[in-house]
Nanobody, 123 residues
Framework: VQLVESGGGLVQPGGSLNLSCTAS????????IAWFRQAAGQVREGIGC????????IYGDAVKGRFSISRDNVKNIIYLQMNSLQPEDTAVYFC?????????????????WGQGTQVTVSS
Protein backbone atom coordinates (compact mmCIF):
# COMPACT_ATOMS: atom_id res chain seq x y z
CA VAL A 1 0.00 0.00 0.00
CA GLN A 2 1.44 3.33 -1.01
CA LEU A 3 0.26 6.93 -1.17
CA VAL A 4 2.37 9.52 -2.94
CA GLU A 5 1.64 13.23 -2.81
CA SER A 6 2.78 15.59 -5.54
CA GLY A 7 2.14 19.06 -6.85
CA GLY A 8 3.59 21.10 -4.02
CA GLY A 9 5.96 23.97 -4.49
CA LEU A 10 6.42 27.69 -4.10
CA VAL A 11 3.49 29.94 -4.95
CA GLN A 12 2.78 33.61 -4.44
CA PRO A 13 -0.01 34.78 -2.14
CA GLY A 14 -3.30 34.62 -3.95
CA GLY A 15 -2.12 31.81 -6.17
CA SER A 16 -3.39 28.26 -6.60
CA LEU A 17 -2.05 24.75 -6.46
CA ASN A 18 -3.61 21.39 -7.17
CA LEU A 19 -2.08 18.60 -5.11
CA SER A 20 -2.37 14.97 -6.11
CA CYS A 21 -2.38 11.88 -3.95
CA THR A 22 -1.69 8.80 -6.06
CA ALA A 23 -2.57 5.44 -4.58
CA SER A 24 -0.93 2.16 -5.50
CA UNK A 25 -1.38 -1.45 -4.46
CA UNK A 26 -5.00 -0.80 -3.51
CA UNK A 27 -8.12 0.62 -5.11
CA UNK A 28 -9.51 3.94 -3.97
CA UNK A 29 -12.98 2.60 -4.75
CA UNK A 30 -13.25 1.26 -1.20
CA UNK A 31 -11.59 3.89 0.96
CA UNK A 32 -12.06 7.38 2.29
CA ILE A 33 -9.04 9.62 1.84
CA ALA A 34 -8.21 12.70 3.87
CA TRP A 35 -5.79 15.57 3.53
CA PHE A 36 -3.84 16.91 6.49
CA ARG A 37 -1.18 19.54 6.80
CA GLN A 38 1.53 20.31 9.30
CA ALA A 39 3.33 23.60 9.52
CA ALA A 40 6.75 23.80 11.10
CA GLY A 41 6.44 23.58 14.86
CA GLN A 42 2.69 23.06 14.71
CA VAL A 43 0.41 20.10 15.28
CA ARG A 44 -1.01 18.24 12.34
CA GLU A 45 -4.25 19.79 11.10
CA GLY A 46 -7.08 18.07 9.28
CA ILE A 47 -8.15 19.79 6.07
CA GLY A 48 -10.89 17.56 4.77
CA CYS A 49 -11.87 14.14 3.59
CA UNK A 50 -13.63 12.48 0.68
CA UNK A 51 -15.48 9.21 1.01
CA UNK A 52 -15.56 6.38 -1.50
CA UNK A 53 -18.96 7.63 -2.63
CA UNK A 54 -17.42 11.01 -3.48
CA UNK A 55 -19.00 12.79 -0.54
CA UNK A 56 -16.46 15.33 0.55
CA UNK A 57 -16.20 17.66 3.46
CA ILE A 58 -13.77 20.38 4.34
CA TYR A 59 -13.13 20.52 8.06
CA GLY A 60 -10.79 23.39 8.54
CA ASP A 61 -12.45 26.76 9.01
CA ALA A 62 -9.30 28.41 7.73
CA VAL A 63 -9.62 26.76 4.33
CA LYS A 64 -13.37 26.55 3.77
CA GLY A 65 -14.34 28.23 0.56
CA ARG A 66 -10.78 28.08 -0.75
CA PHE A 67 -9.90 24.37 -0.75
CA SER A 68 -11.77 21.47 -2.28
CA ILE A 69 -11.21 17.74 -2.56
CA SER A 70 -12.07 15.49 -5.48
CA ARG A 71 -11.22 12.01 -6.63
CA ASP A 72 -10.69 10.08 -9.82
CA ASN A 73 -11.16 6.42 -9.02
CA VAL A 74 -10.17 5.38 -12.53
CA LYS A 75 -6.76 7.02 -12.18
CA ASN A 76 -6.64 6.16 -8.47
CA ILE A 77 -5.87 9.77 -7.54
CA ILE A 78 -7.24 12.16 -4.95
CA TYR A 79 -6.87 15.89 -5.55
CA LEU A 80 -6.69 18.87 -3.24
CA GLN A 81 -7.43 22.07 -5.12
CA MET A 82 -6.14 25.08 -3.20
CA ASN A 83 -7.09 28.60 -4.21
CA SER A 84 -6.37 32.03 -2.78
CA LEU A 85 -3.34 30.68 -0.97
CA GLN A 86 -1.92 32.69 1.90
CA PRO A 87 1.39 32.52 3.76
CA GLU A 88 -0.36 30.78 6.64
CA ASP A 89 -1.12 27.87 4.29
CA THR A 90 2.60 27.08 4.20
CA ALA A 91 2.99 23.51 5.44
CA VAL A 92 3.73 19.95 4.48
CA TYR A 93 0.57 18.43 3.07
CA PHE A 94 -0.24 14.75 3.58
CA CYS A 95 -2.90 12.40 2.32
CA UNK A 96 -4.00 9.42 4.37
CA UNK A 97 -6.23 6.41 3.92
CA UNK A 98 -9.14 5.71 6.24
CA UNK A 99 -9.93 2.12 7.21
CA UNK A 100 -13.09 1.96 5.07
CA UNK A 101 -15.07 4.01 2.59
CA UNK A 102 -16.16 6.64 5.06
CA UNK A 103 -14.18 9.44 6.67
CA UNK A 104 -13.03 10.62 10.05
CA UNK A 105 -11.35 13.66 11.53
CA UNK A 106 -9.03 11.93 13.97
CA UNK A 107 -5.67 11.32 12.34
CA UNK A 108 -5.14 8.30 14.60
CA UNK A 109 -7.83 6.43 12.66
CA UNK A 110 -5.98 6.54 9.35
CA UNK A 111 -3.85 3.53 8.53
CA UNK A 112 -1.61 4.61 5.65
CA TRP A 113 0.04 7.95 4.99
CA GLY A 114 2.00 9.50 2.20
CA GLN A 115 5.38 11.11 2.73
CA GLY A 116 4.03 14.63 2.26
CA THR A 117 4.62 17.45 -0.18
CA GLN A 118 5.84 20.90 0.78
CA VAL A 119 3.71 23.93 -0.03
CA THR A 120 5.29 27.32 0.50
CA VAL A 121 3.31 30.51 0.00
CA SER A 122 5.55 33.52 -0.20
CA SER A 123 6.19 36.58 -2.28
Amino acid sequence: VQLVESGGGLVQPGGSLNLSCTASEFSLDYYGIAWFRQAAGQVREGIGCISSSHYNIIYGDAVKGRFSISRDNVKNIIYLQMNSLQPEDTAVYFCARYRDGTCARDSEEFDYWGQGTQVTVSS
